[in-house]
């Protein structure tokens, strides 16, 4: 009967983690793309990448390119340019 008991509550414990562990990924997301001259083509080098209404942001490579990981909420694109 221990035996048992120690099996179920083993079982429901792991089951615990996954499904949190499920909630959790479905929540995280990453922005990602690529900032480049729109009359040449050309990448801009540190151009900022800002998510509005947060202190979140990051610059592009020496390729344009930027990534941000690890969003809680969903977010609408929006496009500045200067």
């Known amino acids: 009967m221990k035996m ?4 179920l509550l083993v079982l429901v ?3 615990l ?3 949190s562990s499920l909630a959790i990924a ?3 997301g990453k922005i990602a793309g690529t900032i ?6 050309e990448p801009i ?3 900022n990448v800002i998510v509005l209404g947060t202190s979140l942001g990051i610059s592009t490579d020496i390729n344009g390119e ?3 990981c690890s969003f809680v909420r969903s977010y609408t694109p929006n496009r500045n340019l200067l």
């Open 66 to 68: 930027f990534l941000q």
């Open 13 to 15: 414990l792991t089951a």
């Open 4 to 7: 048992r008991f120690l099996f």
């Open 17 to 19: 983690v996954f499904l």
């Open 26 to 28: 479905g929540t995280t």
């Open 45 to 47: 080098i540190g151009a």
């Open 36 to 41: 480049t001259d729109k009359l040449s083509g």
